[in-house]
């Protein structure tokens, strides 16, 4: 279980304030929420769709194990209303805990699908509770500036329970070749959101 010594919580208008100024990873003066319709909401996971083919093992333990701790100061990962930065035992800066991440696209086909930016283990654990979980939703992102891989077509029925992953694994279908121009830095106006190996706050 995890040791957390302290916690501070921020309301929902700080959180949508603070998305508004986020970031692309690499372009700092490009803000894709800033014109986007930010809220939050309570939506089943039947109308979510994952961009990653996989969950791994080990990291929805550690998202239970962060859900239990949690609950035990009062806080519902699931539930929010807003976001918490923590600080664990040990560490000297806290890590931000938000809700998950859902945007709006609109694909080549005219679907509009609701896929998951960040937050895949969690919303793949409110799936195995039966918790309609609340969202950070995020619609009219610029066209320009989509999520950087595809819905997978099938939903979470492609999506594996995996220990680790074999050389060569197809994680996401990725948009374009240099995928990692899509990028939102969330740690550009939050603290250690999980971030792209090789890329450091700021």
Known sequence: MLNIIKIERYSEEELISRLKNLCMLTAPDVYPYRDAYISLERISTDYI?????YVLVGELKKVRDLR????EHGIDVFNLNGYVNIW???EETPVTVLPPVVEESIEASGAVVNVINDGMHRLFMARLEWV???VIFVRGIPKKLPYYAYPIPDGWK???EMEELP???IK??????NYKSLYRNFNSVFENVGAPRGYTKK
């Not at 769709?49 to 083919?53: A, D, E, V, W």
């Not at 239990?68 to 609950?71: E, F, I, P, R, S």
């Not at 996401?172 to 070749?177: A, L, Q, S, T, V």
């Open 172 to 177: 996401k279908w990725h948009r374009i070749e």
């Open 158 to 160: 492609g999506v594996s």
């Open 88 to 90: 664990l035992e040990g």
């Open 167 to 169: 050389p060569g694994y």
């Open 49 to 53: 769709t994952p961009p990653q083919r």
């Open 68 to 71: 239990l701790t949690l609950m």
């Open 132 to 134: 309609i979980p609340q």
